[in-house]
């Protein structure tokens, strides 16, 4: 998976919440490559903490891109 912009992530994911979505902001580890997602849904940060080695990364620097959930409606 690629990392984009932080901004161009938080555009797109907005579209996506505005039609009742859930996002979660996923990036990879600056230090150990690791893939992270972040638990808080609809949100955006500046920096991620690494799960698996406790490095934090600079998302605004890094890039980031976020893993979405639909709402099927019946």
């Known amino acids: 998976m690629a990392d984009h912009p932080v901004h161009e992530c938080m555009r797109s994911a907005q579209d996506l919440i505005d039609q009742g979505h859930q996002v979660f902001q996923k ?19 500046a920096k991620g903490k690494c799960e698996e080695c406790e490095h934090v990364t600079n998302l605004q620097l890094k890039g980031c891109n976020y893993l979405a959930v ?5």
């Open 27 to 45: 990036f990879t580890c600056e230090n150990c490559n690791s893939r992270q997602t972040i638990d808080e849904p609809n949100t955006f940060y």
């Open 70 to 74: 639909l709402r099927v409606r019946r």
